[in-house]
């Protein structure tokens, strides 16, 4: 969940308790918000980054203390495309004026704004060349280093919500003639030919995933047929899991968070079965009953919770309780001999 709380992308006290909390709280896998593999990848001026050492440096407390409260720790790592240059939400997520000097110039798979005619200054982006498609997968192959070093047992690989694989990825988006788009091979080739670097350098006994809009949510979209499709080529290019989200490739299709945002868990459920992957499921999980359902029914090998974990860093000991699962050892030993 982005913080919006990095300075050049470099963590905060801010990261250490808003994810240590979670880790004190009994969650399992805790993912990092999405982390940029370059300053121009990030979202806004205020999005995490791993370019550099000293975002690894920034990192490795967090990933210590995670470990050492007993939860699996993630990363995704992200290139915002033609959505970056905000401001940041708590500044209103407006976009940069073009001359702003926090500002910087965007990329996509054409020079097409987000959001043309909308009444937010979204960027016109550059239409990335096939040399400097290269040089962003080097980014994501560098950022995947550096989170090897730092720690991390999962790495994810972010191709949702409109961000630069994902607009790639998208025929909403990408209507290129090159070999990077005109088809589903050609529009995932940008996606697979990164994958396939970061899955080289990736330490092959720790988790790669790649979190993808399962469907766009929006006529002339991908739809989850593309998506298994896309799914199968992943999985041949060593990726584990599926993380299953939906939406944010153009305006008309609500973000992350939408009005179809409840029927995502659904969806990884048929994306596992027409797969056979394992896959993490997100969207309007709030209560245990639901979470142990999906996992039970074999719809989700892994459910996600984003705002209702915001809500609450002590869901996942709550849930424990609710489903009757003995806490005692997933308490931090501070909390556990008082609390039990
Ligand atoms: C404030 C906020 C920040 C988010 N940041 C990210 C992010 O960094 N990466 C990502 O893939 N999704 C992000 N999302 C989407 C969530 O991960 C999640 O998919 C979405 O909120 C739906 O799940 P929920 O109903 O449990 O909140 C964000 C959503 C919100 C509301």
């Known amino acids: 969940m982005c913080q919006y709380s990095s ?9 250490m308790v808003h994810l240590g909390s979670r880790a004190v709280g009994g969650v399992g896998l805790i993912m990092a918000e999405c982390t940029a593999v370059s300053r ?22 967090i990933v210590d203390f995670l470990h050492n409260y007993g939860a699996v720790a993630g990363i995704q790592i992200s290139h915002s495309g033609r959505k970056g240059s905000a401001a940041t939400a708590l500044n209103g997520g407006s976009h940069l004026d073009a001359d702003d000097p926090d500002g910087w110039d965007t990329v996509g798979p054409t020079s097409e704004a987000f959001d043309p005619d909308g009444t937010r200054l979204w960027k016109t982006p550059h239409a990335l060349s096939i040399t400097e498609i290269e040089t962003i997968q080097e980014q994501f192959v560098n ?6 070093n730092v720690g991390y047992d999962l790495l994810e690989v972010h ?14 988006v990408n209507k290129r003639d090159d070999s990077y788009g005109g088809n589903l091979k050609n529009q995932a080739r940008f996606l697979l030919e990164t994958v396939e670097k970061v899955r080289n350098v990736w330490p092959e006994n720790r988790v790669l995933s790649v979190r993808l809009s399962v469907h766009d949510f929006v006529e002339g979209g991908l739809t989850l047929e593309d998506t298994a499709q896309v799914g199968l080529w992943l999985k041949e290019r060593g990726v584990d899991i599926l993380d299953c989200s939906g939406g944010g490739a153009v305006p008309a299709a609500r973000g992350a968070i939408g009005n179809r945002t409840a029927e995502q868990p659904d969806m990884a459920g048929e994306l596992k079965a027409s797969t ?4 993490m499921a997100v ?18 090998d892994i459910v996600l919770l984003g705002r209702e974990m915001m809500r609450d860093p002590h869901w996942a ?11 005692r050892h997933i308490l931090a030993e501070q909390y556990g001999f008082f609390v039990g």
Request: some cysteine; glycine content about 10%.
């Open 317 to 327: 000991l709550k849930a424990a309780k609710t489903l009757g699962v003995d806490t």
């Open 143 to 148: 950022s995947a280093k550096l989170a090897a």
């Open 283 to 300: 969207g309007d999980i709030t209560d245990a009953q639901k979470a142990e359902e999906l996992v039970a029914t074999s719809k989700a």
């Open 40 to 61: 121009e990848g990030r979202i806004s001026q205020g999005c995490a980054g791993l370019w550099d050492q000293k975002h690894a440096d920034g990192l490795k407390p």
């Open 7 to 15: 300075v050049d992308g470099v963590a905060s006290d801010w990261h």
């Open 159 to 172: 191709c949702a919500h409109g961000y630069l694989l994902h607009s790639f990825l998208t025929p909403l």
């Open 276 to 279: 056979g992957m394992p896959v």
